[in-house]
């Protein structure tokens, strides 16, 4: 079977045939989204109830999870056609007291977003920009919110979501990264400034930030930029800027004529001696 489509970054989607898939009750979905992030691997029955109950699993459990299962398993018999060779048992599978979504996806976002990035970050290391921030935007576009926005989230879940979007966040920085090193530093400029007032305490954007000011001709916004950061720091997590963003702001008080990003981000260090 490989006309199944999943979309986890943003809200769920999961289609059969192009035939929506997904419950509308909140509990089934969640199990649904768990089968279809881990698809073609077995997800037990004590990660299953786990993710909808957490530590208060009620005595009917296991017995309340089968009917989740089978309301998916409806779904996605009215789903294919009369004369297929594959029933719903089929496709959401039972095996090694667990479940299995068995179907190979014909598109996967998440799968995708990976992919794309694997590819940007391969075009960093051959010191190709271009090449790296085609691929990472193109991870970026398929983006249609925060991860699996409309599904109740319960601890598994939750653990998954945190890293895709740890994924997502490093995969923006690293599209900036390219972009810097293609000159772009006066376009980044308002993007970054979003991401920083949305994340204050985050040295990586704003070392960003400040390279892109002192590129851009804007050393005093730079310096402003590392004065918010140190306040933002102190004020709520009780500490000074890392040695690194310390480096940084005094090659901006010394006036460098620039400053290599290998300074600052030294897993680019290849890229950044050609730059």
């Known amino acids: 079977m490989q006309s199944l489509e ?13 035939a929506s898939i997904v ?4 509990k089934p979905r969640q199990i649904l989204a768990l089968l279809a992030l881990r698809c073609g691997r077995v997800v037990p029955v004590s ?12 005595r009917s459990g296991a017995t309340t999870l089968q009917t989740y299962v089978l309301q998916l398993r409806r779904l996605i018999a009215e789903s294919l056609p009369s004369d297929s060779p594959w029933t719903a048992k089929d496709l959401l599978a039972t095996s090694y007291n667990g479940y299995q979504l068995t ?8 799968v995708e977003f990976n992919r794309l990035a694997v590819s940007g970050d391969a075009a960093l290391e051959k010191c190709d920009p271009a090449a790296a921030s085609k691929f990472l935007a193109q991870a970026m576009d398929l983006w249609r919110g925060q991860a699996l926005m409309d599904v109740p989230m319960g601890r598994m879940l939750a653990m998954e979501v945190i890293g895709i979007e740890e994924a997502r966040a490093r995969v923006h920085q690293q599209r900036i990264i390219a972009d810097l090193y293609l000159g772009k530093h006066a376009m980044l400029i308002p993007e970054l400034r979003k991401l920083v007032a949305e994340n204050p305490t985050d040295e990586n954007i704003s070392a960003l930030l400040m390279i892109a000011f002192q590129r ?3 050393a005093p916004r730079a310096l402003q930029v590392f004065r918010d950061l140190r306040q933002a720091l102190i004020r709520e997590l009780g500490v000074e800027p890392s040695g690194r963003l310390q480096k940084l702001h005094q090659a901006l008080l010394s006036n460098a ?3 290599p990003l290998r300074s600052i981000f030294a897993s ?8």
Not at 6 to 18: A, E, F, H, M, Q
Not at 47 to 58: F, H, K, N, Q, R
């Open 6 to 18: 999943i979309n986890v970054l943003g809200p769920l989607t999961v289609r059969l045939r192009s």
């Open 257 to 259: 004529a620039d400053i």
């Open 23 to 26: 419950p509308t009750a909140g």
């Open 268 to 275: 680019e260090q290849r890229l950044a001696e050609t730059v």
């Open 47 to 58: 990660t299953l109830m786990e993710e909808v109950w957490g530590d208060a699993i009620p």
């Open 216 to 218: 851009s001709g804007s």
């Open 103 to 110: 179907a190979t996806p014909c598109s996967f976002d998440l």
